[in-house]
T-cell receptor
Framework: KQEVTQIPAALSVPEGENLVLNCSFTDSAIYNLQWFRQDPGKGLTSLLLIQSSQREQTSGRLNASLDKSSGRSTLYIAASQPGDSATYLC?????????FGKGTRLSVIA | DTAVSQTPKYLVTQMGNDKSIKCEQNLGHDTMYWYKQDSKKFLKIMFSYNNKELIINETVPNRFSPKSPDKAHLNLHINSLELGDSAVYFCASSQDGLGLIDTQYFGPGTRLTVL
C-alpha cells in the first residue's frame, strides 16, 4: 500500500529565503508525482507534475525533483515571498489512485 | 469561466438527512473525481468516473452514491448522513482516464457539517 510522507509538517521562513519541502513515498512503482498548493478554504492548485521518466520540472521560482528509486521528491522554492504562504501537498499516482501526503504548511514572514 | 465548480460551498445539516453536492467542469475533460478531506487535512479519493462510467470506488460506504448525467457533471448524493461525514469534499477532473499523464484540476470544495 502506497504511503506518502511530507516533512516538515510546518515551516516558517523570512521573506527572500530559499527553501526545500520534502516528500517520500513507499512504493517506487509510480506513473507520476505531483505537487499542489492549497490556500485556506480553497481548492488545490497544481504546481508541477513529474512523470516517472523525468528527474525534475521547473516553473518560475519552483523546481521539483524526483528520485524514483529512493522514493523521494523535493520542491525547491527560490526567493520566497509572503504570497507563497500556503499548504503544499505532494501526491503520487501508481497502481492505486492518487495518494496524497498530509502536506507542509508554509508561512513566509515579511 | 471557473474550470471546476461545486455547489454549495457550505452545507450544514442534521444527522440522518440526505444531501447532494453538485460538480461541473467546463474543461472538456473525460474523467472526474470526488475526494474527501477530513479534519486532519488528509485528502483521500472516493470515486472516479470516466465518460460517465465508474472506474474507481475506494471502499466508500454505499450511503454515498455518485451520479454522472454527462461527462461534464459528477454529483455526489449522500444518504442518512452521519457525524463522521463532516469534511470538505473536493471535485476534480483530468483529461486522461486514469490520471497517468495529466494533472488534476480541483474545485473549491464543499464544507459539509453534520450536526
Amino acid at each position: 500500500k502506497q504511503e506518502v510522507t511530507q516533512i516538515p509538517a510546518a515551516l516558517s521562513v523570512p521573506e527572500g529565503e530559499n527553501l526545500v519541502l520534502n516528500c517520500s513515498f513507499t512504493d517506487s512503482a509510480i506513473y507520476n508525482l505531483q505537487w499542489f498548493r492549497q490556500d485556506p478554504g480553497k481548492g488545490l492548485t497544481s504546481l508541477l507534475l513529474i512523470q516517472s521518466s523525468q528527474r525534475e520540472q521547473t516553473s518560475g521560482r519552483l523546481n521539483a525533483s524526483l528520485d524514483k528509486s529512493s522514493g523521494r521528491s523535493t520542491l525547491y522554492i527560490a526567493a520566497s515571498q509572503p504570497g507563497d504562504s500556503a499548504t503544499y501537498l505532494c501526491a503520487v499516482r501508481g497502481n492505486t489512485p492518487l495518494v496524497f501526503g498530509k502536506g507542509t504548511r508554509l508561512s513566509v514572514i515579511a | 469561466d471557473t474550470a471546476v465548480s461545486q455547489t454549495p460551498k457550505y452545507l450544514v445539516t442534521q444527522m440522518g438527512n440526505d444531501k447532494s453536492i453538485k460538480c461541473e467542469q467546463n474543461l472538456g475533460h473525460d474523467t472526474m473525481y470526488w475526494y474527501k478531506q477530513d479534519s486532519k487535512k488528509f485528502l483521500k479519493i472516493m470515486f472516479s468516473y470516466n465518460n460517465k462510467e465508474l472506474i474507481i470506488n475506494e471502499t466508500v460506504p454505499n450511503r454515498f452514491s455518485p451520479k454522472s448525467p454527462d461527462k461534464a457533471h459528477l454529483n455526489l448524493h449522500i444518504n442518512s448522513l452521519e457525524l463522521g461525514d463532516s469534511a470538505v469534499y473536493f471535485c476534480a477532473s483530468s483529461q486522461d482516464g486514469l490520471g497517468l499523464i495529466d494533472t488534476q484540476y480541483f474545485g473549491p470544495g464543499t464544507r459539509l457539517t453534520v450536526l
